[in-house]
């Protein structure tokens, strides 16, 4: 009675691997005398996609490449085994065999073979064959990604990471660094990082199915503002190479998630390549170091604009740009005109400040954000000659000529491109939001700032005297010059003066936003203070330290401190040679103080 053979396949390897060939054994094992038309021994691979609809299944499927079939006659079957080896071969750009635990997925290699039985009932067996990836080396190469590609965003927060490697093989470390900004703005419950793993399908549908998570807790509870942490995660040891399968493909992420109480989480994906090693051959050593991220990235990216600028620019040594490593800032200067540019979290978003400090201006200037009753409420308000300027902000100044003079319309047109401006006599602040973070981006706002320094030097020397003291200004230069002072136009004012080893100012007194003097003010600084106010009634005092004092304090407006005597005068000077008399008795006093042995050298 003939009866069907048994069948078993022995494959010459225990892995194949895409774009190789192997070699099959078929065996039959006939328990009776068994005729047989043919044997067919078949390969055939395909990728199957099943994606849950609810009650249904959308599924297709499609062949990887076309079946490999070999014809085997054996004729009749006596009892026994009876061998044939085949030869197939699997294509270079054929994926590895796949089937994962939940997933929609799954790639499958199958060797059939069909014992055709004449008037009997066919046997056909089927053999799964696992095919593995083509090996390779991983290829060098970091990462540095982040949620905003500007930078930090007002309201939003933002994570900054960086990997050491996006090529990597299963069972290896994973090396990178992550930062956070505007962590404020959301409630953050902690701060997880994970390997995840995704089927990305194209049919029959497009979506995303998570099949593998490895996840660790990177912070409790919210981030450091700006701080770099460092991080290490180790990949399982069994993990499926990234591949695609036409109909569906494999992929790999490094996810950051930040855990948000009661709202949506930020994540932040960085894609990933696994790749299957050669057999035996050790992959290269890597660095193990990723790029900087948050602070650090920052302090290399304005480190390296300042350098470029500072190059291009060719100033002397004493103007030129610099970046001051310790304070994270960049300076230069024009003259007595100082600027700092540094990083600021403005109103949720970081971008860069710029400083301007300088010598006194003698406006009485204020400038700052518009206030909806600004018109009503400010006095001494300057309305600008540009309209960006006028809607923006709110402008107070003593006197209108002076303050057309100072800004004129470049300086008024680069103000108005600021996030926000903030000036007065001594200092003006420029803001622009989200500038801080791209080397293209900062060096233009740097070059901009720059300008605007000159812009601020070229202003501060237009300034003209208040139209009273117009008439007075040649004399006041004068003796700027012969005293050694500073002339500042803007109050009439000179800074600084030396006279007999003693350092005085002169200067006319203004009514606040008004534009009438108070009169005018001699003021000597005593250097170094005194322990306390000079006073005739001390004991200490030598005699003629004594009488110079009660004729001081005789003088109508005198007063004294312990670090300055003053004469106020209630009326406009002309010509400030003629203040020179309380100059000198004030001097005079001081030195008598000097010369009293009762006390130190002040008494």
Known sequence: MRTRPLVRLLVDRPLIESGSSFDVDVLLRSRSDTPTDYVDVTLTADVAVAIPQGKTVATRTAAIM????????????????????????????????YRAAGGWCRVAYVVEVHVAIPL?????????????ATPRMPEGGTALVATHAQGPTAGQMYIEASLDATELHSGEDLLGEVSFANVSTRRIRRVIVAIVGHEHTREP????????????????????????????????????PSFDARLFALRWQFEIRADVVLGTDVVLTIPLTIVRLVPGVEPPPRSHRAVPVGRQRLARVWAIVAQRIAAAEQRPIDEALSFDDVAGSMMASRGQIAMSIAREVHEGTLGTVASYRFPHLGLDLHLGARGLLDPLAVRGRYEPRAKAMRSRFTIVGRERAQLDAFFDDELLACLAEATSVELDDDLAQVRVAGSASSASTLETVVRSALHVLDLFAAAARRVPPPELMKGFENAWRDFATQTGGRFEAGRTWIHDAARGGFRFEVGTVWEPHGTTPTGTIVRVFIEPALSSSPSVEDASLSALAREELKLLFATEGFHASESEMAVFIRETVPDPAKLLVHVDAIASVLRALRGSTAAGPFR
Do not use: C
């Not at 009997?120 to 593995?132: E, L, Q, T, Y």
């Not at 998570?213 to 503002?225: C, D």
């Open 205 to 240: 549908l497009r979506a995303a199915n998570v099949i593998v998570k490895h996840l660790a807790v990177l912070v409790s509870g919210p981030p450091p503002e700006g701080e770099s942490l460092p991080f290490r995660l180790a990949l399982p040891t069994t993990l499926w």
């Open 66 to 97: 076309p079946p490999q079939s070999f014809r085997w006659t054996p004729g009749r079957l006596a009892p026994g085994e009876h061998r044939q080896r085949v030869r197939f071969s699997v294509p270079p750009s054929a994926p590895p065999s």
């Open 120 to 132: 009997w009932i066919d046997r056909r067996a089927h053999f799964a064959i696992d095919v593995a």
